[in-house]
């Protein structure tokens, strides 16, 4: 049996509104900005292009503006998942992407690495940097 995934979250302050950020993380055009080089969707199965390589991964629920949560469908882990969250802060008006997502102990850092890279590509694609 495979060793059980470890939840963890990142936040990331990103300078624009919520309306912006939501776009860039629930659209196809969004994502293939920072997140993958193309994607396609159909229905609730959204698939996602890398260098020549595809994943794909079943949205599982969404609110305008505040989330959204895919399950990746090779993954044999049932209740793991990825989201990403638009909080504001109510006191300073910050904009924060709150990534949620799972990793083996091993994979851990890679993982946190690969999030780091993509979200300065949002960043920079938004003028965030």
């Known amino acids: 049996m495979p060793d059980t995934k470890?939840?963890?979250?990142?936040?990331?302050i990103i300078k624009t509104s919520?309306?912006?950020l939501y776009n860039r993380l629930s659209t196809p055009s969004g994502l293939s900005e920072w997140f993958?080089?193309?994607?396609n969707v159909k229905l609730s199965k959204y698939?996602?292009?890398?260098?020549g390589s595809e994943q794909e991964a079943e949205l599982l629920s969404k609110k305008?503006?505040?989330?959204?949560?895919?399950?990746?469908l090779d993954d044999e882990e049932e209740d793991t998942f990825f989201e990403f969250s638009i909080v504001v802060d109510d006191l300073t008006g910050d904009t924060a992407l709150v990534i949620t997502d799972f990793?083996?102990?091993d994979d851990k850092e890679d993982s946190i690495e690969l999030w780091n890279q993509q979200v300065d590509q949002?960043?920079?694609g938004l003028g965030s940097v």
């Open 6 to 12: 470890e939840e963890y979250q990142l936040e990331f």
């Open 18 to 20: 919520p309306a912006i």
């Open 64 to 72: 305008e503006n505040q989330y959204i949560r895919f399950h990746w």
């Open 47 to 51: 698939t996602f292009y890398w260098d």
């Open 103 to 105: 990793a083996e102990a």
């Open 36 to 39: 993958s080089d193309d994607v």
């Open 122 to 124: 949002l960043k920079h």
